[in-house]
């Protein structure tokens, strides 16, 4: 097994990570459009603005959407951070 396998095995962990974060974020983004399109009714009441302030979607499709982003962000620091490392590795040391 050469130093190479764990670097690449990592960086297809961060890719997929990415991709993972990418479904994430179109479905938070879908969910929170739906969930504030919503056709409000003509005879609406303060019931109702309780009802639509306590909507499920309106709580989980912005946090699927930053959790998403979150996903998407960490795993561009660990590729950066397996780069930085992988390059610090193939520099001689002429000491």
């Known amino acids: 097994m050469s130093k ?3 670097i690449k095995g990592a960086a ?9 974060g990418l479904i994430f974020v179109i479905a938070g983004a879908i969910i929170t459009g739906i969930a ?10 303060d019931y ?4 639509i302030g306590s909507s499920v979607p309106r709580l989980i499709g912005p946090f699927v959407l930053v959790f998403g982003a979150v996903i998407i962000f960490g795993s561009i620091v660990i590729m950066v951070l397996m780069n930085m490392r ?3 590795k193939e520099v001689p040391n002429h000491g």
């Open 4 to 6: 190479e396998q764990p």
């Open 12 to 20: 297809w962990v961060a890719v997929t990570a990415i991709i993972v």
């Open 36 to 45: 504030y399109t919503e056709i409000t009714p003509p005879n609406y009441d």
């Open 48 to 51: 109702y603005n309780r009802y």
């Open 86 to 88: 992988y390059q610090y």
